[in-house]
C-alpha cells in the first residue's frame, strides 16, 4: 500500500514538506502536479513542487530541470575513451551514443587539460553549471581519468555540479567512490530488462575478464544497470535514466523499462530517439535500422508519464559538448586556445550572474501565471501543439529564417507544457530563403498549429499559412508561454465565436502528403 498518495512522494525516501517517509521499496519519481501549468514531470519542476534539498540540486542542472535549460549550460570533457561493451548502434570513432549524437570527439583530454578547459568555459560562461562527463567511451570503464578529473574540479571550481554517464555495467563496484567525489548526479543508459530484446542491441560484453555475447551478455547488463541504479538512489544520487527507441526492437518495451526504473528509484527518464544513418558506421546503421520520428517518440514519451518525469528536452550532445542545451560552443575551447586564454575562475562574478539569471526565471514565472489567470475556472477539450523559435532565455527571440530547431509546447486551459523540439535545416542561406528547406521544415512541425517566431519573411509567411500552420510574430522578445497562452486564449475566442474550426492535426500520413505539396 502506497503511505503517500494525495502527496509527492520522491526518489531516496524524500517527501514533499515533510509529512510522511516514504517506504524504502517505493522510490518514485515527482508526481505529476494538478497545478494548472505547473506539471510536476521532473523536467517541467518548480521550487514549490520539491523539497528544498532535490531544488537546489536541480534547480541549476539544464538537463534535470527543463526551466532551466533555457538559462544554463553544461559543459562534457572528453576523458573517457575506452568502453566495456559494444552498442548496434554506437561507432566507436564516434562520440558515445548514451549521451551523444554522432560526430568525432574533437579532441581527447587529460585530467589537467580538462580542469583548466572547466576553469576556461567558467570564465567566459559564467551560466555553465555542470560538468559531465559521457564518453567517449564508457566513464566507468576509464574510472583513474574520469574520478582525476572530477576531484580536480571540484576542488578547482568548487559551484560546479558534478555529473556521470555510464552504461552501468560495473556501476556496482564504484557506488563509494561516486558518494566520496560528491558526484550529486548519475545517468544510466538502460535500453532493456528483457534479455532477449537486449541481445539484438548488444552484441558482446567484457565483464570480469571475460566476454559475454548474446543473451548471457545482455543479461549481466541488465542486472547490473538495475542494481547500480537500486544501489545510488539509496545513497541518494538523483539518477536518470537515458533509453535509446528503436523501432521494432525495444519501443514497446521501454514502457516496461520505464516501470522497473521507476521502481528502483530513477529521478527521470529520458527517452531519445535512435540515430542511425549507413555513414556513421553503426551495425544499425549499415543494416538499414531507422530511427523514430519525432511523433513516434513522443506518443512513447506520453505513454510512459506518469509518476515518474520524463526528460523531453534531450539534445543528445556531443561527449565534448559546451553550451546551452542545442547550441554547441566547443569550437570556441579547443586545447590550443585554452591555453591562450586568461582563466579567471571568479566565484563572487559567477554567482552575481547567476543571481541575476534567478530574477529573470522570477520574473518569467510571474509572468506565465498572470497569463494563466486569463483561464481561471474555464475547461476545454481542446489542445494543441505550437513551435516556437528561440535562442534561449524562455524568449521568442529568434528569426524563423535562423532557427535551428523548434521548440514544442502543448497548450491547453492548463497553460503551455514543453513537449520537444524539432530539429530543422536553417531556412535562410546567404541571405536569401531555399524553399526545399521550408518544405522540411513544414513537414517537422506538421503537427503544430503555430509557429511563433520573433520575425519571419513574406514568402515562408504564406506557405506556412497554406500548409495550415499560423505564423505568430507579434510577441517577439517576449516570454514563450505568456505569449502562447495569450494566443490560446484569443484561438479559443476566435473558435468560440465561429471565426475558425478547431481541427485536431494529427494524421502523420495525411498531414504530410497535404503539407509537402502546400509548400
Ligand atoms: Fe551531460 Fe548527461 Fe550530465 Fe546532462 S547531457 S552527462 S545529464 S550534463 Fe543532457 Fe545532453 Fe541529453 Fe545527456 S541533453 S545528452 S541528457
Ligand atoms: Fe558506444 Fe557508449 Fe555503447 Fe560504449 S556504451 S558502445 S561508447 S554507445
Redesign the pocket.
Known sequence: MNAVVGRRAYANGAVARGEMMQPAAEHKGCRTSANAGQASCGSRVGQGDLPTGIWEKVKNH??YSEDAHHHYA?M?VAVAPACNIQCNYCNRKYDCAN??RPGVVSEKLTPEQAVRKVLAVATTIPQMT?L?I?GPGDPLANPEKTFRTFDLVAKAAPDIKL???TNGLVLPDHIDTIVKSKIE?V?ITINMIDPEIGAKIYPWIFFNHKRYVGIDAARILADRQLQGLEMLSERGILC?V?SVMIPQINDHHLVEVNKAVKSRGAFLH?IMPLISAPEYGTVFGLNGQWGPTAQQLKVLQDACEGEIAM?RH????RAD?VGL?GEDRSAEFTTGQVMKMDVKYDLEMRKAYQDRVEDERAAKVTANQDGLAKFAGEMSEVTLLVAVATKGSGLINEHFGHAKEFQVYELSTSGAKFVGHRRVDVYCQGGRGEEDRLSTIIRGIYDCHAVFVAKIGGCPKSNLIKAGIEPVDQYAHEYIEKSAIAWFRSYLDRVKSGEIQHAKRGDAAIRQGALISAA
Open positions: 539544464p538537463c553544461r562534457h549521451e551523444s555542470v559531465g559521457a555529473c556521470l554517464s548526479h545517468t536518470k537515458n529520458n526528460m534531450c539534445r543528445q550532445c559538448a542545451l
